[in-house]
């Protein structure tokens, strides 16, 4: 194998690693949005996943264990976030932010202790069997860690029952019209409480791949505003599981250029831009298209729904 | 059994005080839960924090000058937050501010005297706060790009932007290696009030800045349309109201008043140019809650940034004291604000069961 080719290769795989967290956030936050709830908590609910899947994963010995916990741990603050803005109908925008507040306070306070450990047990890279002998593809896409092959599943399975099944169709019909979802009979507060734990899950998961496998270790602040970037991700992709996964490894691809471009004497601040610069131009690119296709946020998104004011 | 909701009519502001405090007691207890948790004596903590901002003279002296910024920032979020524009930005275009004010101190700094240069500092640094803040209101009129995100990203852009400048090309010559720009000289440095860290230029223009921004929300035409796009996006259109420049003007006060904020902490406080981490403590974040729980009222925003400026050097005092680190403060900002946003459920709908 020559030079370049080792480069291409290992450059494409380290994109997926560390597109992995965003697409997980994404796939939760499209859930949520799906069914008319706006979390702008993703960035709390991350970093709870990354510090309770590291400490638990450095206590017990076991990453799996880590990772329950960061899903557990992301139920239970998302299941704030539904309580307040399903409810109590409260402000959206503001439940979301005080959660990442709240989330990034606890798992500053709980870290502490954890700063600088090194984790012995994190993910290890996993062959597939006989895929990972495919030529090239099969280094890039079969031999990763195992939350990787965990996001790429769940973003199919995801977008089937989004689109395929019953299930699906009152999702959307609930952060549609939730009115007329209801006149049909799907529970409307239960689908949102539903979707928004969905959510809360796959950010904590989200948290501890970059905790477990992706940095190995906790750091305050690690989440580094990627919980926002999914914010925008989930706009990016429209609001679909699949396009989901094209956004995600694209930034990827960002975060990763960020330590190639290191060598050729661009100042690491300017590059540490590029995530955040890259979110506004996405931003600029979907919005032309959600206007060339008329396909817009769900019609209820970051509206309570009230029963009694029919 | 059933529970029966209702929307109650009017509230009484003694009623919305009475709740208010409630709503700050749930949010203490519950971060004192937190805190047992982890094994720490919340009333110990609790004790600290409050008796470390509000118990000494000293602690008076630091509240104040942390709730200066916040009050700035506080002050230019409830416009934003009338027009229901999310600002989430104040701490980038806090930071903005200090960067062009810093480059005025610099280069006039040395020649002119503090009553040309200062004002032209805050001039400065209301302009770059305030451009900093029009690029999202544009985004959003223009495109329909939601401004949580892009402000928010705003911020990353501006810390990052600063750090390059304080480590590359802004590095002081007199600063043995650290990240600072050269020290201000005295003609672009704000007056403090003896013994304490307080500027109180800063602070003036704050309390003034509150009452003009109340008659300008209340009485003036843009505030007025203002308030129509945040209550009533439909019937500001048909009312023929211009989105586009109303929005502008709106983000321009608002991120040229967080500028402001900015002027201050170089010119009052460090006398040059730092890290961000150092200029703001998450200031343009807590000024959000500072602002809601005023409820989006620039006049109290005087009184609730000065609990906050409590809170921060409670931050403050813990880290010291007992080791705690300082993101801990924003469990109490994430709690208060959390009941203070739940209590107002019920505030507005009464409930009742009935057999």
């Known amino acids: ?310 | 059994m059933k529970i029966k909701v209702e929307r109650r009519g009017e509230i009484s502001p003694k009623k919305r005080f009475v709740y208010l405090i409630l709503s700050l007691i749930i949010g203490f207890l519950i971060g004192g839960l937190i805190f047992l948790f982890k094994g720490i004596n919340p009333f110990y903590a609790l004790q600290k924090i409050f008796v470390g901002s509000f118990g000494s003279i000293y602690g008076w002296k630091e509240t104040i000058t942390k709730a200066i910024p916040l009050m700035l920032c506080g002050i230019g979020l409830t416009l934003a937050f009338k027009g229901k524009f999310w600002n989430i930005g104040a701490d980038g275009q806090l930071l903005f501010g200090a960067l062009l004010a810093t480059w005025i101190g610099l280069s006039l700094g040395k020649t002119y005297p503090a009553f040309v240069v200062l004002p032209l500092m805050f001039v400065g640094g209301f302009i770059s706060g305030a451009f900093w803040g029009i690029i999202p209101a544009i985004m959003k009129v223009k495109l329909g790009i939601n401004e949580v995100i892009t402000t928010l990203m705003l911020n990353y852009i501006a810390e990052q932007f600063i750090q390059y400048l304080v480590y590359g090309p802004w590095k002081g010559k007199t600063q043995y290696g650290f990240p600072y720009t050269d020290n201000f000289s005295a003609s672009a440095t704000l007056p403090v009030i003896k013994g304490t860290r307080i500027h109180y230029p800063t602070l003036i223009i704050g309390i003034i800045l509150a009452i003009l921004i109340y008659i300008f929300i209340m009485k003036t035409k843009t505030g007025y349309e203002i308030r129509v796009i945040g209550e009533n996006p439909e019937a500001a259109k048909y009312a023929g109201i211009n989105f586009l420049k109303t929005t502008i003007i709106m983000m321009a006060i608002s991120g040229g008043i967080a500028g402001l904020a900015g002027v201050g902490e170089v010119a009052g406080i460090h006398h040059h140019l730092t890290t961000p981490t150092q200029i703001s403590s998450g200031y343009g974040y807590t000024a959000i809650i500072v602002a809601w729980l005023a409820r989006l009222n620039p006049l109290v925003v005087i009184l609730s940034s000065i609990f906050f400026g409590g809170i921060l050097v409670g931050g403050d005092t813990i880290q010291t004291s007992m080791g705690l680190p300082f993101a801990t403060i924003n469990i109490f900002n994430g709690l208060i604000l959390i009941s203070v946003i739940s209590i107002n459920f019920f505030l507005e709908y009464k409930i009742s069961i009935k057999r």
């Open chain 1, 1 to 310: 194998m020559g030079g370049y080719e080792f480069l291409i290769i290992s450059v494409l795989k380290r994109a997926l690693v560390a597109g992995t967290p965003l697409l997980l956030g994404t796939l939760g936050e499209i859930y949520a949005e799906r069914s008319g709830v706006l979390n702008l908590g993703v960035e709390g609910l991350m970093a709870i996943g990354a510090v309770s899947g590291f400490g638990v994963a450095l206590v017990t010995g076991n990453p799996w264990l880590g990772l329950l916990a960061a899903a557990v741990f992301g139920a239970i603050l998302s299941l704030v976030h539904a309580f307040v803005s399903v409810t109590l109908k409260s402000n959206q925008i503001i439940s979301g932010l005080a959660l990442t507040m709240l989330g990034l306070g606890i798992s500053g306070l709980w870290g502490k202790a954890y700063i600088g450990i090194p984790l012995t047990t994190k993910f290890e890279s996993v062959k597939i069997p006989i895929l990972s002998k495919i030529p090239y593809v099969g280094e890039i896409l079969f031999h990763q860690d195992p939350i990787f092959y965990i996001s790429v599943i769940a973003g199919i399975v995801m977008w089937f029952i989004l689109f395929k099944t019953e299930v699906g169709i009152n999702i959307r019909s609930v952060g549609e019209n939730p009115l007329a979802a209801d006149a049909m009979g799907v529970n409307v507060y239960k689908t949102r409480y539903v979707c928004v734990i969905i959510g809360g899950v796959l950010a904590g998961v989200a948290g501890a791949h970059l905790s477990l496998a992706y940095i190995p270790s906790w750091i305050e602040g690690m989440t580094g505003g990627r919980g926002w970037i999914v914010i925008a991700l989930t706009i990016f992709a429209l609001w679909n599981p699949l396009r989901a996964m094209l956004g995600a490894y694209l930034f990827g691809g960002i975060y990763v250029l960020q330590y190639l471009l290191q060598p050729i004497g661009i100042p690491p601040n300017i590059l540490l831009m590029f995530p955040y610069l890259a979110t506004l131009f996405v931003l600029l690119v979907s919005a032309q298209e959600t206007f060339r296709k008329r396909m817009g946020a769900p019609r209820s998104l970051g509206v309570p729904y009230d029963k009694e004011e029919k």
